[in-house]
């Protein structure tokens, strides 16, 4: 069974300045895709970031980008010039290429932006 | 385009009681999602549908937990009876297919008293 794993319960940033959140996962697959997600308070959760592991570029998405190690099974969330919009509960997912693509997901890192 | 509805957002009810969610997905989506997020934790897949066939439900606790997508199109799930252990929020999510991007309800607390 896949795990997905992020380390850090919570983080803090000062607004304009950059932050890294991390999350490793363990897989038998070769395989399969990783996600982002944001889930601010009380509101739903949406898609951030998706990136394939059979792409070796990283993905990007504005302010957001990943760094994706296969090897390592890390795949961590870049967040450039933070906003106060950005705070949330992040999460990394994992899915199975396989399987239907089941999804399993991270216990989540609370990100609080700092004025 | 209209999100995920789900129905009803918040729910208190009694241990050993029954209750059931409903949840709409987004218009033509085949594969539907349903997830407990206990507080302070990440959703855990409870149950995947495809069109109104179910793909993966081994995280499902079938003595009281039940689901099923009318016509696969809706889908309600149900607790019966509820424990302590349920209080959770379950969110539904919908794609087009098990590899497109997912898109989340706004959920449904659930608090067992």
């Known amino acids: ?16 300045e950059t932050v890294t959140l991390s999350c490793t996962y363990d897989t038998s697959e070769s395989d399969y895709y990783l996600f982002w997600y944001k889930q601010p308070p009380s509101r739903q959760m949406i898609l951030v970031i998706r990136q394939e592991a059979y792409k070796q570029q990283n993905a990007t998405e504005n302010r957001f980008s990943v760094n994706f190690q296969k090897a390592a099974k890390s795949f961590s969330l ?37 004025p | 385009e209209a999100g995920v509805a789900q129905s ?25 999602y349903w997830y407990q997020q206990i507080l302070g934790q990440g959703p855990k897949l409870l149950i ?13 606790p079938k003595d009281r937990f039940s689901a099923e997508r009318l016509k696969g199109v809706d889908s309600t799930l ?31 607390r659930l608090t067992v008293l």
Not at chain 1, 4 to 15: A, F, G, H, W, Y
Not at chain 1, 96 to 107: V, W
Not at chain 2, 48 to 60: E, I, T
């Open chain 2, 48 to 60: 995947q549908f495809q069109n109104n066939g179910v793909v993966d439900d081994s995280q499902l």
């Open chain 2, 78 to 108: 149900k607790i019966q009876p509820a424990k302590l252990e349920d209080s959770a929020v379950y969110l539904c999510a919908s794609s087009a297919g098990w590899a497109d991007t997912q898109y989340f309800g706004p959920g449904t």
């Open chain 2, 8 to 32: 009803p957002r918040y729910k208190i009810i009694e241990k050993r009681q029954s209750v059931a969610f409903w949840c709409n997905p987004i218009s033509g989506h085949a594969t539907l």
């Open chain 1, 78 to 114: 870049k967040i450039s010039d933070s906003q106060l919009g950005d705070a949330a509960m992040y999460f990394c997912a994992y899915r199975s290429a396989l399987n239907a693509g089941k999804s399993t997901f991270g216990d989540g890192t609370t990100l609080t932006v700092k």
């Open chain 1, 1 to 16: 069974a896949q795990t997905v794993t992020q380390s850090q319960p919570e983080m803090s940033v000062q607004e304009a």
